[in-house]
Every structure is written in structure tokens, then in C-alpha cells.
């Protein structure tokens, strides 16, 4: 019998290539910080082109920041299928989230490249631009612009932390490449395919290697900025106090207490909270506060976003409160023919697979929007992620990257 593609996939290769790219932006804690745009983000494209020459794939990016790799096809007019995630990280995350989505792609492509087939259709490797949003809010910039659900305009005048634009970011990562040619944004996609570990306990705990994901729980997310006056904390009198602080965790308790749901489905999470000017002895006359809100069902996701903007308003007392609301996605499905992609070659495999959604947000969400899409989970140890601890083995990455390459393969020969 001839060797499947999957049968050239390498296991050691695969998992030393996630040792190496975690050395751009290492954390003292075994994690990775690898912001969006940022030297260490530079640093690891830089190794990506590298692996993708010595397998004669041409680099590529696009106005968003987006970055690829293509393997030609025997038609290069075809649209490619995409296959790939994000390299960013959050600032104490670990070596698997959204970097296991690039390298299973590698992987699978080089494992296609070695069995001496080329696909019909080209297969491009991408790693999407800003997907943590831990830089740059909102996340998910680079695929919401590739697939026009939001403009680059509006992604341009980002700031992060210290002031510095997307549009600065950008400019740092094309000077540091200026042989990677820019293509146009949207292109053609005839599907797309995301390898990604669970970030949750459930195949872990029930055995299985591989997860057929049936979509992507819906997430509404707000800023919530609170302007109040700085005084002197020794001599400005309680009642004419403008506690920005003290007005942003009252309503982040109404809030909290708001949401709270006994079955522990719905999902809200203050994340970040800044305060002005942050000093011991000053009463802070600004707060600023995040607020990520996720369910499965939209009924429910919309119901409890709407109730965000009157309890922020109600429990603001002296001070002023303005709600933004950033991200409104509301729950998914993946195609059911492209859930029977990835189940079918997980069974040509003889791999253990399980139906499962994702509770996590993905770039597949916007691809969803503009191609056929599809995910493939992996276990993580102890559904661990946005952790430094976050942790895989190497054969459930392996597995996954076999079932992903079985995938395209399929996909792009038609
Ligand atoms: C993605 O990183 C998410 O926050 O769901
Ligand atoms: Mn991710
Ligand atoms: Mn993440």
C-alpha cells in the first residue's frame, strides 16, 4: 500500500520546531510573550521564511500585517486553500496557542512536498495579524480585515500601552522585510483549515486525540472608560470626590453579579483595568476596563450585552462612563461537509475523534465568513492556556498535523 501524506509527517520536527520559535520572545517562566508586530513576532517570521525556503515556498504579506507562505499548485489560478493561526501571544502565554496552527500547517505541507504529490491548488501557511488582541484591542485584526468585516482604516490608528499606532507596527514589520512582497487583501479562498490545542479539558479527560470542532461560541466585548477628577488623598472631602476607581469596581461587581449564571455558561471576564494616575496618594480620576462576554447562544449573548451600557450607567455615582462596545460575534457553525472533512480523514487515520465546539475564539470565525471553514483541536494539558504553564504532547500535535495534511490534501485536489 503507498504512504498516505500523513505518513510523512515528523513528529521530532514538529515538536522541535515549537521549541525554536518559542525562544522569540521567551519568558524567565518557560512561557512566551510575543506581542503583535513586535521585534520577537519579526524574529519568528524571520525563522518561518527560513523553513519555508528550504521547501521553495514564497513569502508573502498584506496590508493587515497578514503573513504567508504558498506552495504552488498544478493550477496557480486556483484559490488556495489557507491553512495556518497566529504567532502573537498573550503577554503570559505559552508555546502551543495559535503557533501550533502554523506549524501543523508547515508541517502538513512538508509532508505533502515529501511524498512527491503536488495538490491542484496551492496551499498557503498564514499566520494572521494581532489574533490575541493583547497589543492592539481589539484581536483578530489581521483575518477580520483579510475576510472585510472590519476596514484597515479603522485598524490603523490602534494604539498599544505605549502609544504606538498598528499603522507604526506595520511599517516596522514590512521595513524588516523588504523583500516579502505585499498582495492584495481578500483574495480568493477556496476553504480554510485552523489546527489549534483545545485550550479546554475535554478530549484530554475523554481520550481522544482528535477534535472535530462544530463552532465557536459568540463573544461580545466592550471598553469601559470611567472619568472622574484626581485629588489629594489627604485632604479632598469623601462627598466631593470623583473616585473613578471606586465607581469602575462598583460596577464591575454589578456587573460580575449581573452575569452570574450557576451552570457556568455564560462567561464574563474583567481582564484589564487601568487606572489615572495610578499614584498612592492621588484619588484616580480615571479608570478604564475591558469586558469579555461569551455564551453559545446569541439569545442569551445578546440579552446580557444589552445590559452592559445601563449597569456601567447606574453604578457610576459622581462620575462619567462611556461603554464602547469592540467585538460583537455572535455564536457559529462550521459547514457540516467540512466537519466531515476532518472526520473522515481522522477515520482514515484509525485516529480517536470527538465533536466538540470551542469556547475560545479563533481567526476562523471571520475565514467562516468568506470560505468553507473547518477546525481541528488537540489536547492540552489540563485545558491549560493563556498560561505559561500551557502544555502538549508531541504525538497529540503530531496526530493533529497527520488528520490536518490528510485534510488538505483532500481539499486542495479538487
Ligand atoms: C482567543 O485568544 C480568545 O480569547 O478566545
Ligand atoms: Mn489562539
Ligand atoms: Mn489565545
Given amino acids: 500500500m503507498s504512504k498516505s501524506v500523513a505518513d510523512h509527517v515528523v513528529r521530532d520536527r514538529l515538536w522541535e520546531r515549537h521549541m525554536l520559535l518559542a525562544r522569540h520572545g521567551a519568558t524567565a517562566a518557560n512561557g512566551v510573550n510575543r506581542q503583535a508586530l513586535s521585534a520577537a513576532e519579526i524574529a519568528a517570521r524571520r525563522e518561518l521564511i527560513g523553513w519555508g525556503a528550504d521547501l521553495g515556498l514564497k513569502p508573502y504579506s498584506d496590508a493587515a500585517g497578514n503573513f504567508f507562505l504558498r506552495l504552488e499548485g498544478r493550477d496557480p489560478a ?4 489557507l491553512s495556518g493561526s497566529h504567532i502573537d501571544s498573550q503577554p503570559t502565554g505559552g508555546k502551543f496557542d495559535g503557533v501550533y496552527g502554523v506549524l501543523a500547517a508547515l508541517e502538513a505541507v512538508q509532508a ?6 503536488t495538490p491542484v491548488r496551492p496551499i498557503e501557511i498564514v ?10 484591542a481589539p484581536g483578530m485584526m489581521g483575518s477580520a480585515v483579510y475576510a472585510g468585516d472590519m ?30 512582497p505585499q498582495r492584495a487583501l481578500g483574495r480568493p479562498v477556496a476553504a480554510y483549515v485552523e489546527a489549534h490545542i483545545e485550550q479546554g479539558p475535554v478530549l484530554e479527560q475523554k481520550g481522544f486525540s482528535i477534535g472535530v470542532v462544530t463552532g465557536i461560541q459568540g463573544k461580545r466585548t466592550f471598553r469601559v472608560s470611567v472619568s472622574g477628577e484626581d485629588a489629594h488623598a489627604g485632604t479632598a472631602a469623601l462627598r466631593e470626590r470623583k473616585d473613578a476607581l471606586l465607581a469602575a469596581t462598583a460596577m464591575i461587581q454589578a ?18 483595568l487601568e487606572i489615572k494616575p495610578n499614584a498612592p496618594s492621588v484619588v484616580a480620576g480615571h479608570a478604564l476596563f475591558s469586558i469579555d462576554l461569551r455564551h453559545p447562544l446569541e439569545s442569551r449573548l445578546r440579552e446580557l450585552g444589552d445590559r452592559v451600557t445601563d449597569i456601567c450607567t447606574a453604578n457610576a455615582g459622581p462620575c462619567a462612563v462611556e461603554v464602547d462596545e469592540l467585538v460583537t460575534a455572535w455564536p ?44 481541528i483541536f488537540v489536547p492540552c494539558k489540563d485545558g491549560i492556556s493563556h ?28
Fill in 112 to 117: 505533502i512536498c515529501d511524498s512527491g504529490q
Fill in 387 to 414: 498560561n505559561e504553564a500551557e502544555s502538549a504532547t508531541p504525538e497529540d500535535l503530531c496526530d493533529g498535523a497527520r488528520v490536518l495534511a490528510e485534510t488538505l490534501m483532500a481539499l486542495a485536489g479538487r
Fill in 151 to 180: 476596514a484597515l482604516g479603522d485598524i490603523l490608528p490602534v494604539r498599544d500601552a505605549e502609544g504606538i499606532t498598528v499603522a507604526q507596527g506595520l511599517a516596522d514589520m514590512a521595513h524588516a522585510f523588504p523583500d516579502v
Fill in 78 to 81: 486556483a484559490a488556495p486553500v
Fill in 255 to 272: 456587573l460580575s453579579a449581573a452575569m452570574h449564571d450557576d451552570e457556568d455558561i455564560v462567561k464574563f471576564t474583567v481582564g484589564r
Fill in 127 to 136: 499566520a494572521w495579524m494581532n489574533e490575541e488582541g493583547s497589543r492592539f
Fill in 332 to 375: 457559529l457553525e462550521f459547514p457540516a461537509a467540512m466537519q466531515d472533512e476532518v472526520r473522515g480523514a481522522a477515520q482514515r487515520l484509525s485516529l480517536r475523534s470527538m465533536d466538540l465546539p470551542s469556547a475560545a475564539g479563533h481567526d476562523s470565525r471571520y475565514l467562516h465568513g468568506v470560505c468553507p471553514a473547518a477546525m
